[in-house]
DNA sequence: ATATATATACAGACTAGACGGTACAAATAT
DNA sequence: ATATTTGTACCGTCTAGTCTGTATATATAT
């Protein structure tokens, strides 16, 4: 055995994900990760055998945080409410409340390996996809659940309606950026909100 | 004078424009270009002194066709309808009808850069910010004009709602690139229709 | 308990190729 | 003839990745 690794690789991986928000995967070169994180080549080659390497460990656990928020807002909400509309509403509130009182404008590691997509291996690409359908079916599930009690006031595509979510929260993070508007993501799912309570009406 | 550059410059510009968003634009070399032009080294530093030189001729041409649209919606649409709402969902059908039947999902530029904004001198960040701006002021409008007409259902933050459009349409690009899904985008716009459609009621 | 063996973790010099950019000659059209 | 446009060789710097060696913590044998 030898020194715990971890805190090392910990070091990298947050260091990393501000970099490559700052300047983009191919933008950001080992050495800006080695100079930031004060730690050594031979480190970081012991810890990640290629940088690619390092953008598949970096958006799997961007993943895994992203779908843990996922998770938490469903067990959340499915405690407290009993009506499938209300619990929808919650849900994205849920979101609204993470997105509300930030200092700076987050950012999307889906959105960033999406726009220099030949930067990666097809797997990764391959797994944001996979990992944006996750949420598509969870939003499918809950609109089947109120579409069981409520009708719809005008006609709605479902597939459409699941994806309006994740297109809304990346919209909401490029455009927050784009203006330094921290504060416009909440806004805009509150918009989101504020359609679903039109859309329904109970049976 | 000399033979005609302007065929050379435009094709630099369409096909570094691909390639970023391939690539990114930090991912993206010089060589790229040339290989895929069959231009040389000396006409491309002719056209452009630097690479951030075309950043910039890239972003200028990509909002000058982008406002282009926006203004062409708005000519389309002023000139038919006399109700304000009415004004308004048509503008967004014409972006509904600009991106049916689409082969390949399209990308933005104002978003690519916006990932990697390191790469960019500020001034090319502002400029995204007031076209970006541009937009929204354009919506305000519109829905101002709704607004003297129509109530709405529900309380609206009206600066929230003028910034939707643009990022569904942020988002669409993000999602319908992840999914490979080009149909998407159509169908997001046909959601925020459909939101104002409910959102609104005669005075 | 203590010396030894071993796998883990890190340090840093080094390399081959790619990078943006330059210099300047050659070609082209008026 | 001359200004504009293009071709090509070249330069210094930065890039990801390699290599060899070293330090450290634990496991084992005595």
Redesign the interface.
Known sequence: MARDGKPTRAKILAESKTLV???????TSIDQILARTGITKGAFFYHFKTKNALAQALIEEFARDDIGHMQEALQKTGELHSDPLDRLLQFIQEFVDLMSDLEDPP??L???Y??????FEPEI?EF??ET??TWRKTFEQLLENVLKEYNT??E??I???S??F???????Y??S????DPA?IS??L??LK??F???FEKK
Do not use: R, W
């Not at 928000?21 to 933008?27: Q, T």
């Not at 950026?177 to 330094?180: E, I, M, S, T, V």
């Open positions: 928000f700052e300047n983009g995967f191919s933008g950012s999307c889906y959105a960033s999406t726009y220099e997509p030949s930067q690409l944001i996809s944006l359908l006031k005008v709605v595509d597939a459409a309606l994806n309006l994740t297109v809304i929260f990346e919209g909401s490029v455009v950026k784009a203006l330094n416009l806004g805009q509150k918009e504020n359609y309570h039109l859309l």
